[in-house]
């Protein structure tokens, strides 16, 4: 069952009601993290378009005031993701944070301040190699997008995104692979990053140092897997958490986890309200 429009938010499972009940009994001890595209943002040919759902920002917003901490975690850049979502300014954002490259980057809405890892060795062997493949393999057209940690190979404008995205996870994985690389595959899109650090991992960093008496996740895609595996784990040492999951068409390993299956990033902002409504 999708939640929807009026509908009372009622996870399908134990764990998840459970920490609805904790979450309303003890909102500022809450950390909420939402993915960014798929999640907030719709998913779009171009992902230099892809911005928020016209009523996302301000559902973070008034989400700010009650609870704890709520945080982006995000594959992008963090200073890109908080430039598209708009995310520096709006009144009530202040204490947000940005999480991006999966966690080699954060952002603090108090200082406007970015702070990141340094990228591999490797990267630089990677960007120079993915012209030539992607030639060899008959898919030059397909976009590359460099987001400084990590390089990304899109190719969901071609004319057979599946075909282009099957001939592509496993050479960009030997390529990734042979320089020390990880290859994180999502929706027609596979990225090239430094291993080591994921969601799941920026998630529980996030909830150690923020004394998190509870944690709500929100994602879509593959990449989401870690944190959706994360709050497992931590359910398991007696943490609060809820799942809830960005469905779609193009990926369902999330929607077979999660306590809470919404339509899309309209369906995001549904959820955000009906947790204000309860709160």
Same mark, same amino acid.
């Given at each position: ?110 200082? /406007?301040?970015?702070?990141? @890892?340094?990228?591999? &060795? ?7 190699? #993915?012209? $030539? +493949? *992607? ?85 879509? /895609?593959?990449?989401?897997? @870690?944190?959706?595996? &994360? ?7 007696? #943490?609060? $958490? +809820? *799942? ?36």
């Amino acid at each position: 069952m999708r939640f929807t429009d009026g509908m009372p938010i009622e996870p399908t499972t134990v764990a998840g009601r459970q920490a609805l009940r904790s979450i309303v009994n003890d909102p500022a001890g809450c950390l909420a993290g939402f993915d960014y595209d798929g999640t907030l943002a719709p998913i779009v040919d171009d992902p230099a378009e892809a911005v928020p759902h016209a009523d996302a920002v301000d559902a973070l917003r008034r989400l700010s005031q009650l609870l704890g901490t709520v945080a982006i975690v995000t594959g992008r850049p963090a200073r890109t993701a908080v430039e598209l979502g708009g995310f520096a300014g709006p009144d009530g954002l202040s204490d947000l944070l940005v999480v991006g490259h999966y966690g080699m980057e954060r952002w603090d809405a108090a200082t /406007d301040s970015v702070s990141a @890892a340094e990228a591999p &060795a490797g990267l630089d062997r990677v960007r120079s190699a #993915l012209p $030539g +493949l *992607l030639a060899a393999k008959d898919l030059a057209d397909a976009a590359i997008e460099d987001k400084g940690l990590s390089v990304a190979v899109h190719v969901r404008r071609l004319p057979n995104p599946q075909a282009a995205y099957d001939a592509l996870v496993g050479p960009l994985t030997e390529l990734a692979e042979s320089n020390g690389l990880a290859a994180e595959p999502g929706r027609f899109v596979v990225e090239l990053r430094p291993p080591g650090m994921d969601k799941g991992e920026a998630l529980r960093s996030m909830v150690r140092e923020r004394a998190a008496t509870s944690v709500i996740f929100v994602g879509d /895609d593959l990449g989401d897997l @870690a944190a959706f595996e &994360a709050v497992d784990q931590m359910r398991a040492d007696g #943490l609060a $958490g +809820l *799942l809830v999951c960005s469905g779609s068409d193009e990926v369902t390993a999330l929607a077979e986890r999660a306590d809470l299956v919404v339509d899309g990033p309209a369906g995001v902002v549904r959820f955000v309200n009906g947790l204000l409504a309860e709160l």
